[in-house]
């Protein structure tokens, strides 16, 4: 029995315990709802949960512990030869076996005693997830069954129904947030770990202060070409500068059009710009990236040509140019609610006193949605520090420590994808120096959000 007929036979249980617990509550007071402690809704979703939650959470934890008792067995059923394999040969074996069972193909073949072990372990497999397939189904569905009929009893028109649907809802909404909390937690952990073991391979200090990047380390002791020099500057150096360029593309342009929009546009205008603006969100990046490498690069060599300057193929110029058209929406849009948050009131104050349209926002509006023109810039610089794919069709990967926006540069995401490709071993210093640079950004990260935070509450009580 497959789990989407599990799930479909599951919700169609608490929908029927949904109508039964409704029914009953109202039957319970002789048709006078009025006479329930709770809506009947609260007893219907009361039923409802007992159906759903005791038989999804036997599923789940059946569904966790299944692979591992069913492989438990096919191991124990295979010949001795194979059960008393080295365990790395052994583990590839159940890995053969685990492919057949699914229905893929793999490189044994059924003439050696090891593939005959794997098609015998397959077809074990195969049977023992039927059974256990099987059983889950009329496990889940006596529970489901049983918590419903045991729930049907309770429901009384005394019984507090909203109440414990209340505190169903409430254990369900801290769960989520604590599962939030322990995702942040086991990515901020992981890359410490990680970054523990590359700092204990490289020095910190020449990792944060170095000025040469080249990542390649030697493989063999007469290898060359392989310095496995560690120093981020260049990249820091690199992602700041594309940033700054995109900032001020996208800060001006994107604040002058919320302004317009919010404050000079009409309300036909308004609705026919503003989607448009918006559509730049929905372009994919990796279009962005065409375009910056095939049209704006060759545009800006060609007038860097006839100006006398020597702009190279690949730029920081061209990719934050184009990374700042891109993050135009992220200003103009938060801006523009923003500023229209702003009470009508301080408005008609200023106008009362006699200043003027353009007075009335450059003193009264502007101060005023400050805290969320600051959060919508703030959100902009981040999804420019973390954007790849511009980067690495414009910029290049060459790390330059340079403020020449017209020369190749890179960014601590692109490397970050550059050094977790290939074939090098996942505990070499080349590998791990991508889980450092995630530690510096992320720091980095959350110390733009202290700041942000930080004058955000100021202007707030200000302006409150």
């Not at 979703?45 to 512990?65: D, E, K």
Request: hydrophobic content about 55%; charged content about 15%.
């Amino acid at each position: 029995m497959s789990p989407t007929v599990l799930i479909a036979v599951l919700l169609l249980l608490t929908a029927i315990g949904y109508v039964m617990g409704r029914k009953r509550a109202v039957a319970s007071t002789g048709s006078r709802p009025h006479l329930l402690h709770s809506r009947p809704v609260y007893h219907g979703t009361y039923l409802a949960l007992w159906c759903a939650v005791p038989a999804v959470l036997v599923a789940a934890l059946w569904l966790i512990v299944q692979p591992v008792v069913l492989e438990d067995l096919v191991t124990s059923s295979l010949p001795a030869e194979a059960r008393n394999l080295p365990p790395d040969q052994l583990g590839l074996l159940m890995s053969d076996i685990r492919a057949l069972a699914d229905g893929n193909v793999t490189g044994r073949g059924t003439d050696t005693l090891l593939g005959q072990a794997a098609a015998s372990g397959a077809e074990h497999l195969r049977e023992l997830r039927v059974i256990g397939n099987s059983a889950l189904f009329v496990l889940a569905l006596a529970i489901a069954i049983g918590c419903g009929l045991l729930a049907l009893r309770t429901v009384t028109p005394a019984m507090r129904a909203r109440n414990h649907v209340e505190r169903a809802l409430r254990i369900f909404l801290i769960a989520c947030s604590t599962i939030a909390i322990i995702t942040t937690a086991g990515i901020v952990l992981s890359l410490i770990f990680e970054s523990i073991r590359f700092f204990g391979k490289v020095s910190f200090v020449d990792f944060l202060f170095g000025i040469e990047w080249s990542p390649q380390t030697a493989l063999r002791k007469d290898q060359v070409g392989a310095s496995g020099s560690f120093g981020a500057i260049p990249l820091f150096s690199g992602t700041l500068l594309i940033t700054a360029i995109a900032m001020m593309i996208a800060v001006p342009i994107g604040l002058f059009s919320a302004i317009y929009l919010s404050e000079y546009a009409a309300p036909r205008m308004r609705s026919a710009i503003k989607p448009v603006l918006e559509i730049l969100a929905g372009v994919p990046t990796v279009v962005y990236g065409f375009f910056a490498a095939l049209t704006v690069a060759p545009h800006l060599r060609e007038l860097g040509d006839v100006l006398g300057f020597d702009v190279a193929s690949e730029s920081a110029l061209a990719a934050g140019l184009v990374m700042g058209i891109m993050i135009i929406p992220f200003v103009s849009s938060l801006s523009d609610d923003v500023i229209s948050a702003v009470p009508q009131s301080l408005r008609d104050g200023s106008y009362a006193l006699g200043s003027t349209q353009s007075e009335t926002i450059k003193r009264v509006i502007l101060p005023a949605a400050l805290p969320g023109i600051f959060a919508a810039c703030l959100l902009a610089v981040s999804r420019a520090i973390g954007e790849t794919m511009i980067v690495v069709m414009a910029a290049g990967l060459a790390a330059n420590l340079t403020a020449n926006p017209f020369e190749a540069v890179t960014t601590v995401t692109v490397q970050i994808v550059t050094l977790l490709v290939g074939d090098q071993e996942f505990d070499s210093a080349k590998t791990l120096a991508a889980f450092a640079l995630g530690l510096v950004l992320f720091c980095a990260t959350l110390a733009m959000n202290v700041v942000a935070l930080h004058v955000v509450r100021k202007y707030r009580e200000q302006y409150d």
